[in-house]
């Protein structure tokens, strides 16, 4: 596609059910991104992807999130037994390069935990 | 631990005016900086990228300086419009961690007609 894409643009869950994101990246862009912007925050790093692989996990904030990309291309972010504090814009990013050139992001999915 | 902060956090002018928006960071070993505009309730569009070796960056009426040494960057406005209306973040790569960005947590401008 043209642009990233991110589904669901909007998605209320209540507390403890799973979640699933999904990043969809430019075509042909090997790195991927997920960050996590709280309200009146800018973005917080949570992992990236070169390929399949997740090349750096270490801004996952715990054990209840991972993220996959199985053939290189689609991204999911999974976050197990949701809670409260999870609410934020879940936004996505792709580059055509692992060592960052410029970062494309998409619009993002917005979590609201009740 | 590298910090990014930007001043003003919220600013209001009126048409026409000339601006400059504010980002400094706490370590100055960084691969390039970049400034992005996020619209309310959108994702970020990416404005301007400065490499290290670079001083500045022009698109439009749209500049950006880089000062390494003393970790500053600023954004220029030239002739603001009501629809640079929007959240301008800036964002650090940091040497050696060349995958994830640091974001400041943004100058929301209104420009007024």
């Known amino acids: 596609g043209a642009g990233v894409s991110q589904t669901p643009s909007n998605k209320v869950t209540e507390k403890g059910k799973y979640v699933e994101l999904r990043c969809d990246p430019i075509s042909g862009h090997t790195a991927l991104y997920w960050y996590r912007q709280s309200l009146g925050q800018g973005p917080e790093f949570l992992i990236y992807f070169q390929g399949t692989g997740a090349a750096d996990d270490s801004g996952l904030p715990n054990d209840r999130f991972f993220a996959v990309r199985p053939e290189g291309s689609v991204s999911t972010l999974k976050i197990q037994r949701t809670e409260r504090g999870d609410s934020a814009v879940y936004l996505c990013a792709s580059s055509s390069t692992s060592d960052t050139g410029e970062l494309f992001f998409g619009e993002g999915s917005r979590l609201t935990v009740l | 631990k590298q910090e990014v902060t930007q001043i003003p956090a919220a600013l209001s002018v009126p048409e026409g005016e000339n601006l400059v928006l504010n980002c400094s960071f706490t370590d100055s070993a960084i691969y390039n900086l970049q400034w992005f505009r996020q619209d309310p309730g959108k994702g970020l569009t990416s404005l301007l990228l400065?490499?290290?070796?670079?001083r500045e960056q022009t698109s439009g009426r749209l500049n950006a300086s880089l000062d390494k040494s003393s970790g500053r960057s600023t954004l220029y406005i030239a002739a603001s419009q009501p629809g640079d209306s929007a959240t301008y973040l800036c964002?650090?790569?940091?040497?050696?961690?060349?995958?994830?960005?640091?974001f400041g947590t943004g100058t929301r401008l209104q420009v007024f007609p």
């Open positions: 400065i490499q290290s070796s670079q």
């Open positions: 964002a650090v790569n940091p040497f050696g961690n060349t995958d994830k960005l640091i």
